[in-house]
C-alpha cells in the first residue's frame, strides 16, 4: 500500500523558533512573543472537511477533484544502501470521463484519474516507478528532472507492456511527468500527465498544501484547439464546489500548466497576493503579485494567506479559457469555526 499524507507537520528546533522569532516577530527577549510562536508553529495544520456532494451527475462513478486536490503519493518505502526506495505503480488506461452534464470523454489516465496521481519524494531519494500499459494504445512516462537518457521515457510501451523507471529524485523542486508518444499533444491532451514533488531536505513550513493542474480538452479532437478547459480534470468542478481553505492559515499551492494547442496562460486569485517559488526551485520567494503567466509544462509554487472569509475566485486571465471550465473558488472560513 502507498503511504498517503493530506498535510505535514512542523519539526522546529529551538534555534530555529529563536531565529523565526527575532526574524518574523521583531520580538526581542519576549517571553510571551515566544510562547504564541510556539504555539502557532507547533499547531498542526487543518484541513476543513469537505462539504456532501449533491445527488448530481458528479456522482457518476469515477475520479473526483476535491480527492486529487490534497492527495499526496509517497510510494511504497524501502530501504537499500541507507537510503530511502521510493516504489510508484503506474497504469495507463482509457477511462470514460463525464465532464459535464452532457459531454462524456474517452480520457487516457494514469491510474483512473486526470491528472495522474501526484509523486511525492525528497531529494536524493531513489524513485522506482512500475508502469503497466493496460490500453491498447503505446504510452511512456516522461519525467521532468534529471535524470539518465536511458530513463527519459520516450521509448513506446506497447500494450499490455510493463517497464521500470528508476533514476534519484533531484533537484528538489516542483516537477512534472507526461506520456511522450507521438502526437504528444493528443496524448496530453487526452489526459496522461501528472505532478512530481520533489521535497527539499529541509522541509518546508507547514501549510495546508494542495495541487492544481490546468488542463484543456480538444473534445472535437481536430487537434487545433480545446472545446473545455479544468482544473484538476472535470471542468467548473470548483466552482460549484468551493475549496475550503481556513482563514489565516498558510497554503501552499503546486501549481502547473498541461494545457496543448493555446499560448501561455495565467493564474489570478482574487482578494489577496501570493508569494512565488519559481519551479519550487527557491526557498524563498522571488516575487509577490496576484497573476502569474505559464507556458505549457511550466510550474511554480505559491504561498497565500486569505485575511477574510468569504469565496474568492481563481482562474486563467484568458477569460475565455475561464469560462470553457477553468474556473474555481476558494471559500474561506473564519479560523473560530
Ligand atoms: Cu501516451
Known sequence: MSQRFTNNFPVCSRRRLLQ?????????GSVAGLQTLRSQINSPVRIPPIPEKDN????????????ILRDFDYGTISHKNGRPVREFQITANVTKTQLNEHVFFN?????????????????????????????TN????????????????IIPI????????????????LH??????????????????????????RKRP???????IIGGYDTNQDSKSNELYAFNGLPNYYKKHPIPIYQNQLVRLYILNMIEYDAPVS????????????????MKPTLETDIITMGTAERHILEFKYPYPGEYMFHPHQDVIAEKGCMGKFSVIPRSK
Not at 523565526?20 to 526581542?28: E, K, M, N, P, Q
Not at 451527475?57 to 480527492?67: A, H, L, R, V
Not at 506497447?158 to 523542486?173: R, S, V
Request: hydrophobic content about 35%.
Open 176 to 201: 512534472l511527468y507526461h506520456c511522450h508518444i507521438s502526437p504528444v499533444d493528443r496524448h496530453i491532451g487526452k489526459g496522461l500527465y501528472g505532478m512530481f514533488i520533489v521535497d527539499p531536505p
Open 107 to 135: 480520457t487516457w489516465s494514469f491510474n483512473h484519474q486526470v491528472p495522474g496521481p501526484t509523486l511525492r519524494a525528497v531529494e536524493g531519494d531513489r524513485i522506482r516507478v512500475i508502469f503497466h500499459n493496460q490500453d
Open 20 to 28: 523565526l522569532s527575532l526574524a518574523g516577530l521583531g520580538i526581542t
Open 138 to 153: 503505446s504510452h511512456s512516462i516522461h519525467f521532468h528532472g534529471i535524470h539518465p537518457g536511458e530513463m527519459d521515457g
Open 56 to 67: 448530481s451527475w458528479e456522482n457518476y462513478p469515477g475520479f473526483d477533484p476535491m480527492n
Open 206 to 212: 507547514s501549510a495546508d498544501e494542495m495541487v492544481l
Open 267 to 282: 493564474f489570478h486569485i482574487h482578494g489577496n497576493m501570493f508569494k512565488v517559488y519559481p519551479t519550487g526551485r527557491t
Open 158 to 173: 506497447g500494450k499490455n507492456k510493463k517497464t521500470i523507471y528508476e533514476f534519484d529524485a533531484k533537484p528538489y523542486g
